[in-house]
T-cell receptor
Framework: EDKVVQSPLSLVVHEGDTVTLNCSYEVTNFRSLLWYKQEKKAPTFLFMLTSSGIEKKSGRLSSILDKKELFSILNITATQTGDSAIYLCAVQVAGGGADGLTFGKGTHLIIQP | ETGVTQSPTHLIKTRGQQVTLRCSSQSGHNTVSWYQQALGQGPQFIFQYYREEENGRGNFPPRFSGLQFPNYSSELNVNALELDDSALYLC????????????FGPGTRLTVL
């Protein structure tokens, strides 16, 4: 059974701190790993990673994938209160059949002023 | 370009009842996936529809069923509701099967009493 594990499950930091969120996975036929941010309801897409060792960056957020060790990290630098959200990691598998994503439980990040 | 929309926003039902949730996919998207997100958990894949046919299913019983219409909008039907069906139900659309990512709607919060 495909599995995605995120850590920590919750994290409280102060504005300006840097945070690292972790995602490990065990899936058959890995195709891609995705990060989403969920503030109220709809998860919004952040990054998609398919190749090992190539960093994706968007402003203060960055992510990297290690396909040998089967994990990814999401870094947020100079955190702001608006970064408070649940960050979800999901894996998509290759091959025939549905494109359903397998999600981890998420990391609930709280940024205190 | 309109995003993914879902209706209703909230719904309260009692055990044993039936419910229908609706989703309009993003313009130009022909693939729709449904997810169930229980409190404190990541979304779990229910099933996917592509061009009006079910294209794969997660680990959910047959009382969870769906439809996709010619305009690619979709419905999720749940029969014989149980207390554990209380969750946020998310719909996600993508422009084609095997697309790189899925775009989520705001969800329907279902409470079963």
């Amino acid at each position: 059974e495909d599995k995605v594990v995120q850590s920590p499950l919750s994290l409280v930091v102060h504005e300006g701190d840097t945070v690292t969120l972790n995602c490990s996975y065990e899936v058959t036929n890995f195709r891609s790993l995705l990060w989403y941010k969920q503030e109220k309801k709809a998860p919004t897409f952040l990054f998609m990673l398919t190749s090992s060792g190539i960093e994706k960056k968007s402003g203060r957020l960055s992510s990297i994938l290690d396909k040998k060790e089967l994990f990814s990290i999401l870094n947020i630098t100079a955190t702001q209160t608006g970064d408070s959200a649940i960050y979800l990691c999901a894996v998509q598998v290759a091959g025939g059949g549905a494109d359903g994503l397998t999600f981890g439980k998420g990391t609930h990040l709280i940024i205190q002023p | 370009e309109t995003g993914v929309t879902q209706s209703p926003t909230h719904l309260i039902k009692t055990r044993g009842q039936q419910v229908t949730l609706r989703c309009s996919s993003q313009s130009g998207h022909n693939t729709v996936s449904w997810y169930q997100q229980a409190l404190g958990q990541g979304p779990q894949f229910i099933f996917q529809y592509y061009r009006e046919e079910e294209n794969g299913r997660g680990n959910f019983p047959p009382r969870f069923s769906g439809l996709q219409f010619p305009n690619y909008s979709s419905e999720l039907n749940v029969n014989a509701l149980e207390l554990d069906d209380s969750a946020l139900y998310l719909c996600a659309s993508s422009p084609r099967l095997g697309a790189d990512t899925q775009y989520f709607g705001p969800g329907t919060r279902l409470t079963v009493l």
